[in-house]
């Protein structure tokens, strides 16, 4: 159980491209998911928290205009990197929690890896 | 802001040897740990998760030790297989603080020799 899944996996596109990734909790409702951002050979570093009918809260140093995240339903947020550049390149990865934040682990998709020429 | 860290950055470690993989942090308000592993391309596994009013406690094949007065984490993993090469990472959550996402150290790449 608690599965999330990402998708897509894998995206290359030109820059000035939006690209929105999907995150979505197969097996149970989430209100609160997450959006980390991984460079490579470095560690994951939160972004946003995306919260089922409110506004997403970003972390310090993220642009919301930039990484617009909605969270429309208990099994879906979405992450959309508005005008893509080149810096904007790196794997994106998002988590959610079947229980309550702190009484289960937080588990993660797969990834997806944008890559912005 | 506050962060959590490791001491190694790679370890080595002989097919059927225990490793031991540390983590320092430095919230003292944190009081939820998790121990991921990441292969790559992929994102992190849950291995085990310890609260702060315990300081030891076990799975299959692995133990995580919590020392709150130094504020230091280590995962322990016993009679290694080459399945487990990959990166670990530790991370933190302070639950009382609200639904916040977890901060992550550094990560040790564990490798197995055959």
């Known amino acids: 159980g608690a599965v999330v899944s990402q998708h897509p996996s894998w995206v290359i596109c030109k820059s000035g491209t939006s690209v929105k990734i999907e995150c979505r909790s197969l097996?149970?409702?989430?209100?609160?998911m997450f959006w980390y951002r991984q460079f490579p050979k470095q560690s994951l570093m939160l972004m946003a928290t995306s919260n089922e009918g409110s506004k997403a809260t970003y972390e310090q140093g993220v642009e919301k205009d930039k990484f617009l995240i909605n969270h429309a339903s208990l099994t879906l947020s979405t992450l959309t990197v508005t005008s893509a550049h080149p810096e904007d390149s790196s794997f994106y990865i998002c988590s959610a929690s079947p229980g309550q934040i702190g009484n289960q682990p937080q588990h993660f998709g797969d990834g997806t890896r944008l890559s912005i020429l | 802001g506050e962060s959590v860290g490791l001491h190694l950055p790679t370890l080595s470690v002989q097919e059927g040897d225990n490793s031991i993989i540390n983590c320092a942090y430095s919230?003292?308000?944190?009081?939820?740990f998790i121990w991921y592993k990441q292969e790559s391309g992929k994102g992190p596994q849950f291995i085990i998760d310890?609260?702060?009013?315990?300081d030891k406690r076990q799975g299959q094949r692995v133990t995580v030790l919590l020392n709150k007065t130094v504020k230091h984490l280590s995962l322990q993993i016993a009679a290694t297989q080459p399945g487990d090469s990959a990166v670990y990472f530790c991370?933190?959550?302070?639950?009382?603080?609200?639904?916040?996402?977890?901060?992550f150290g550094k990560g040790t790449h564990l490798i197995i020799q055959p």
């Open positions: 991370a933190e959550n302070f639950v009382g603080g609200g639904a916040d996402g977890l901060t």
């Open positions: 097996d149970f409702q989430a209100t609160t």
């Open positions: 310890i609260r702060s009013n315990m």
């Open positions: 919230n003292s308000a944190s009081d939820y």
